[in-house]
């Protein structure tokens, strides 16, 4: 009974309710839980530690402000929050510029990898997506998992992958047309 | 533009999810989001779907005083309250800013509290994913009044168009042409227009939109909240 409590007061969904409902102490909890995997999706897509807590601080303000809407969508409170954290990121991102060293290591290698896929998590919905992705022609893969995770655009993925820009919207175009039919299969 | 057939608007709605599109696409989806249903729900689809791939992104620790700063802003953000019933509205959400909310909610009061008799309506547009309230919308029992605060014109040989979309309508409906002075006057407030429903500009053709729809890009965009 116990456990069963302990589990439901700190589901995420829970924690945004009571936010709607003004608890400042929700929101520290959902910072709690949230803000180091929130943190590191924000510096993979901005770079820049101090760019990324700007984004965060934005995040979790605009998480407080907007609580009410979440109940309306009723997704996954996770996704909700991560929809926010890119948002936000991409936001910076298009403000200020973004220097993309090309020798960066953490950049292209790690999303060219075959077994990248693999590493999505073990949730029904990470099947899923990971059963689909497999699908995909590589070309498509990589520029939809390089997109999302980096943040990068059409000609940020094209200067990545050193690929014609054309190509490189075709490849994300028909994935994604691939992708959603599997997925909602 | 944003495509009318139903396999494309998903296509767009997972680019716009992906972040690959530019900065006027963006805006472009980002205001569409507001008056097409369908869009938001292709966007919530690609929201929910895609997020595992963001465990490709390594967690980190934030740097120190990052909580103790979100919660000077919230502490600053006094007007929560109105705000939060500003931005009930699902497809609003990501538009507003701590800054926005705090203008919105003060605007509101100063209109409650100075206008006699008072509305009983009233709408802040702004420009999409931007702070700045532009128009005003004001709507009571002698009618529906729409002002600029800003100097708002539309491009050359275009026109403004208000619409209105009712709470949980899928289809915006006209309110008219905004006059080229900044003003549009209603002598009755129309049916759609009550608390929770969104007021939209769009640019059009000069005498309006051809079609029933809005026909160019939304440009402003405000949600109704009863005062």
Redesign the interface.
């Known amino acids: 009974m116990m456990d069963n409590q302990t589990a439901t007061l700190s589901s995420v969904e829970i924690l945004i309710d009571a936010v709607r409902h003004?608890s400042?102490v929700a929101?520290?909890r959902l910072?709690e839980i949230e803000?180091?995997?929130l943190?590191?999706?924000a510096?993979?897509?901005v770079r820049r530690?101090?760019v990324?807590?700007e984004v965060?601080?934005?995040t979790?303000?605009?998480i407080?402000?907007?609580a009410?809407?979440?109940s309306?969508?009723r997704?996954?409170g996770?996704?909700?929050l991560?929809?926010?954290v890119?948002?936000r990121a991409?936001?910076a991102v298009?403000k200020a510029g973004r220097e993309i060293p090309s020798d960066d290591p953490t950049l292209g290698d790690?999303?060219v990898e075959p077994d990248?896929i693999d590493?999505?998590?073990a949730?029904a919905?990470?099947d899923?997506?990971?059963r689909c992705l497999k699908l995909l022609e590589r070309e498509q893969q990589l520029c939809?998992?390089l997109?999302?995770?980096e943040?990068?655009?059409?000609?940020e993925?094209a200067a990545q992958i050193k690929a014609p820009l054309g190509s490189v919207k075709s490849w994300?175009?028909r994935g994604?047309?691939s992708?959603?039919r599997c997925?909602e299969q | 533009m944003i495509p009318d057939n139903s396999e494309e608007l998903r296509v767009r709605a997972g680019e716009y999810v992906l972040g690959v599109l530019d900065a006027h696409e963006t805006n472009e989806v980002a205001a569409a989001l507001a008056i097409n249903s369908e869009l938001r729900r292709a966007v919530a689809f690609w929201e929910e779907q895609l997020h595992p791939l963001s465990n490709l992104a390594a967690s980190a620790e934030p740097p120190p005083g990052t909580w103790q700063a979100i919660e000077v802003r919230i502490r600053a953000n006094a007007a929560k309250p109105v705000a939060h019933s500003f931005w009930t509205n699902l497809a609003l959400w990501r538009w507003s800013t701590a800054g926005f909310a705090a203008v919105a909610a003060a605007l509101a009061l100063w209109i409650a509290v100075t206008s006699v008799p008072g509305p009983s309506l009233v709408a802040i547009l702004h420009p999409p994913q931007q702070d700045q309230a532009s128009w005003i919308a004001t709507g009571g029992r002698s009618g529906l009044v729409l002002r600029a605060v800003t100097t708002a014109t539309p491009p050359r040989d275009r026109a403004f168009e208000l619409w209105a979309i009712a709470p949980g309508a899928t289809q915006p409906r006209s309110l008219g042409v905004i006059s080229p002075n900044g003003e549009l006057k209603l002598s009755r407030l129309p049916p759609d227009l009550r608390d929770g429903a969104t007021l939209a500009i769009s640019i059009e053709p000069i005498g309006g939109s051809p079609t029933q729809l809005p026909s160019g890009p939304v440009v402003y965009v405000g949600s109704v909240k009863a005062v």
């Open positions: 003004g400042q929101l520290k910072y803000s180091r995997r943190y590191g999706i510096l993979r897509i530690p101090e990324a807590a965060l601080q934005e979790f303000v605009q407080w402000q907007n009410a809407a979440f309306n969508e997704g996954a996770t996704a909700w991560t929809g926010i890119r948002f991409l936001d298009r790690e999303a990248v590493k999505i998590g949730s919905e990470a899923a997506l990971r939809i998992i997109a999302f995770v943040g990068l655009s059409h000609s993925v994300i175009r994604l047309l992708l959603r997925l």
